[in-house]
């Protein structure tokens, strides 16, 4: 049973980065898309982008160019760096767990399938 | 990208009443590529269906799911206690991956 669990500082002021962590237990690193996925208070629900065991990411083209997704194996811990916040960015931050289709060596990120308890970040002065 | 448009945006029942909720598309979603989550007040979302009517392990068949290119149905039989939640669609088939804004199913 795959357990996933977010960490982070609660509170990031304007302009900074927002740095979280998910630690992974419990399952194969290597067969699923690691995940980052958002909800602002009180509202719907947005894919952030994900990681694969070698390296290679996908972002959503609202956080494209400040978002970094990466994967530390040994430390089977999934990161998330979000540079230059706003009050936009407020918001329970979830890892999740991504079940994958490959077919010619190509992978395609399907549903979600584990999701962790989430972190709240406040971007505030 | 695919817009997600869930209907309504509350559905007021009793318990052992049917839940019939809705998930419209901008675009076709091919191949039914698109999945349904429940959320309980407080907790992280929990995948129900994927592939339009796969159900996930463990969601009891009161839980129904249907459609095909841009109408999607999420159908509760009979509402339970434990139902009472906000619902939401995802579609898995364009990038970037998008969810619908929910269906809050509410007691009457």
């Known amino acids: 049973q795959v357990q996933l669990q977010e960490s982070g500082p609660g509170l990031v002021k304007p302009s900074e980065t927002l740095s979280l962590t998910c630690n992974i237990s419990g399952d194969s690193i290597t067969d699923y898309y690691w995940t980052w996925i958002r909800q602002p208070p009180g509202k719907g629900l947005e894919w952030i982008g994900y990681v694969y065991y070698n390296g290679a990411t996908k972002y959503n083209p609202s956080v494209k160019s400040r978002a970094t997704i990466s994967l530390d194996r040994p430390r089977r811990q999934l990161s998330l760096r979000l540079t230059s916040v706003t009050a936009a960015d407020t918001a329970l931050y979830y890892c999740?767990?991504?079940?994958?289709?490959?077919?010619?060596?190509?992978?395609?990120?399907?549903?979600?399938?584990?999701w962790g308890q989430g972190t709240l970040v406040t971007v505030s002065s | 990208e695919i817009v997600l448009t869930q209907s309504p945006a509350t559905l007021s029942l009793s318990p052992g009443e049917r839940a019939t909720l809705s998930c419209r598309a901008s675009?076709?979603?091919?191949?039914?590529?698109l999945a349904w989550y429940q959320q309980r007040p407080g907790q992280a979302p929990r995948l129900l269906m994927y592939?339009?009517?796969s159900r996930a392990t463990g969601i009891p068949d009161r839980f129904s799911g249907s459609g095909s290119g841009t109408d999607f149905t999420l159908t509760i039989s009979r509402v339970e206690p434990e139902d009472f939640a906000v619902y939401f669609c995802q579609q898995y088939y364009d990038s970037p991956r998008t969810f619908g804004q929910g269906t809050k199913v509410e007691i009457k």
């Open positions: 675009q076709s979603v091919s191949g039914n590529y």
């Open positions: 592939a339009a009517s």
């Open positions: 999740a767990r991504c079940k994958i289709d490959c077919s010619s060596n190509i992978c395609y990120g399907r549903y979600f399938d584990y």
